[in-house]
């Protein structure tokens, strides 16, 4: 479930952001006339671009690891109730049984 909703805001993030038509970071290239130019631009815009998806990966990696993390916990303390539960119910039968007289 976690997972699942980080997904779904991260694919949010994205497509509200591609939306946008400026991107902070990016030049803009269509403006230089010589070609060499040009091409350096396009080349940092690129090396920016793939920045910026390494530091996205990172950061999705590490959300996804939290959460894994915390889905263990929430699994192992599942596990403890469900022991806990399993006690309570042989106890509540022990209880219930007809006790022998004693005479």
């Known amino acids: ?9 991260a ?8 939306m946008a038509q400026d991107v902070r970071g990016l030049e803009i290239c ?7 130019r040009r091409t350096g631009c396009l080349q940092s815009n690129v090396e920016f671009l793939q920045q910026e998806l390494a530091k996205q990966t990172r950061n999705m990696q590490a959300k ?22 399993a006690k309570l119910q042989q106890g509540l039968a022990d209880l219930k049984k007809p006790k022998p007289d004693k005479k």
């Open 64 to 85: 996804f690891a939290e959460a894994n993390r915390e889905i263990a916990a929430h699994k192992a303390e599942l596990a403890a109730l469900k022991t806990a539960l």
């Open 30 to 36: 269509t403006a230089e006339k010589a070609m060499d």
């Open 1 to 9: 479930m976690t997972i699942r909703l980080l997904a779904l805001l």
């Open 11 to 18: 694919g949010l993030a994205i497509a509200a952001s591609a």
